[in-house]
């Protein structure tokens, strides 16, 4: 027992410091939409979050992994904790909504290092056979996250003020700091060989990327595949509070414990897959778990009332938690750790841009037909490539590419 915690000592750090900055983003989400909705009093400058971050990535995308690749990835997760943590303690004292908005763009540019860098560094930290185990549990710890952060975020609001919830919310980012400095340096990085960061190397590392993909088509498949799909997802989420309030016709309280309980299928699911992760194989994790999350979405298109739609909340938070950890698990496995940052970083670039165009796409196509259309043919289309997607990944001559052992 105490050689097994031993062995996930490392593992246990790198969850909690990932799980507490969870919590943190959430606090942050909620404090962020309340204090531009007091000083603009407009929901089309709230909606404009949703927006921040997919151009921001945009931007960024071209050249994060050049940086990330060449560079330890436990001090970049570090350097972007505190950054993140500075910014966030800096908002209640900016004098309008540009600078706030500069601020945003500013942690959106951490968080677009954040997220290659722990990828790259949880596949360095955690060895292939425990990495489905391991994604299982931080599935667990996120979904926890997304009741628990809302709901510390509005007591904090409500005990003190949104300046002082932010300011807590930055401490929240300085212990994730301080765990990760208890992890080790798996990395040993020769300063005097880091290229410096050109667009000539951006190009280069580019055309690595390419590469990459053109060498390994089903794995590029299954994870463009993966991301195309969950666009549909994306979009309908952005729309979500419109129908279900406009649409559906649910009360702002109605609303609240929708999310709730959305929240508590999530970590029902989470927990149940972090204890038995090891008698679900990664294939029917991703392929079950995009399917039933894919009905959870018609259902809730399809939906007229709260308890429908309570019904198809409950299983896309239930079943999402199996896709994303069989995602992930996939792709730690099948993309090399000397390269990961920049793929993941270009996977995201293109994630990015078509979030962009469907959130646009979406709010034409509402104009000219109905929303409930809309949202309908949405979740048909998901549906059916989601039956599609999951027969290619079951596919038994693919087996190899699913395999957990070294």
Same mark, same amino acid.
């Given at each position: 027992m105490i050689r097994n915690i031993k062995n996930w000592k490392n593992s246990i750090l790198l969850l909690s410091s990932i799980g507490i900055s969870s919590i943190g983003d959430f606090i942050y989400l909620v404090a962020i939409n309340i204090i531009i909705f007091q000083l603009t009093g407009s929901a089309a400058a709230v909606a404009g979050l949703w927006i921040i971050g997919p151009l921001t990535n945009i931007v960024t995308k071209f050249w994060t992994g050049s940086f990330i690749d060449y560079r330890s990835?436990?001090?970049?997760?570090?350097?972007?904790?505190?950054?993140?943590?500075?910014?966030?303690?800096?908002?209640?004292f900016a004098p309008n909504m540009a600078v706030i908005y500069g601020i945003l763009i500013i942690l959106s540019v951490a968080k677009a290092f954040f997220n290659p860098s722990s990828m790259t560094y949880i596949a360095i930290l955690v060895p292939k056979e425990k990495r489905k185990n391991f994604n299982s549990i931080r599935s667990?710890?996120?979904?926890?996250?997304?009741?628990?952060?809302?709901?510390?975020?509005?007591?904090?609001?409500?005990?003190?003020?949104?300046?002082?919830?932010?300011?807590?919310?930055?401490?929240?980012?300085?212990?994730?700091v301080v765990l990760l400095l208890f992890?080790?340096?798996?990395?040993?990085?020769?300063?005097?060989?880091?290229?410096?960061?050109?667009?000539?190397?951006?190009?280069?590392?580019?055309?690595?990327?390419?590469?990459?993909?053109?060498?390994?088509?089903? =794995?590029? %498949? &299954?994870? !463009? $595949? /993966?991301?195309?799909?969950?666009?549909?997802s994306f979009a309908m989420d952005a729309q979500e509070v419109v129908f279900t309030q406009q649409v559906i016709g649910l009360s702002e309280f109605e609303y609240s414990l929708l999310i709730s309980i959305t929240g508590i299928g999530s970590v029902v699911g989470a927990f149940l897959l972090s204890i038995f992760s090891n008698r679900f194989s990664l294939r029917y994790m991703i392929s079950i778990g995009l399917i039933m999350t894919t009905i959870g979405y018609v259902i809730y298109a399809f939906s007229w009332?709260?308890?429908?739609?309570? =019904?198809? %909340? &409950?299983? !896309? $938070? /239930?079943?999402?938690?199996?896709?994303?950890a069989g995602i992930m698990t996939f792709y730690q496995n099948n993309v090399p750790i000397d390269v990961m940052g920049r793929v993941t970083s270009i996977y995201q670039l293109i994630q990015s841009a078509i979030q962009v165009i469907f959130i646009l796409a979406i709010g034409v196509v509402s104009d000219i037909f109905s929303l409930r259309f809309t949202m309908v043919i949405l979740a048909l289309v998901m549906l059916l490539s989601s039956i599609l997607f999951a027969i290619s990944v079951l596919k038994p001559n693919k087996k190899n590419f699913y395999r957990e052992d070294v």
């Open positions: 990835k436990r001090k970049v997760m570090i350097v972007t904790y505190i950054i993140r943590a500075i910014f966030i303690f800096l908002i209640p667990f710890i996120s979904s926890g996250a997304f009741i628990v952060g809302p709901a510390v975020g509005g007591s904090l609001i409500l005990l003190t003020s949104v300046e002082i919830t932010l300011w807590l919310n930055g401490i929240f980012f300085l212990i994730s992890l080790p340096e798996k990395e040993n990085i020769d300063k005097e060989t880091i290229p410096t960061l050109t667009i000539a190397q951006v190009v280069r590392d580019f055309t690595v990327v390419q590469k990459f993909m053109l060498n390994n088509k089903y =794995v590029n %498949f &299954v994870y !463009l $595949g /993966f991301i195309m799909i969950m666009i549909f009332s709260f308890t429908s739609i309570v =019904v198809g %909340f &409950v299983i !896309l $938070g /239930f079943f999402n938690v199996f896709l994303n």
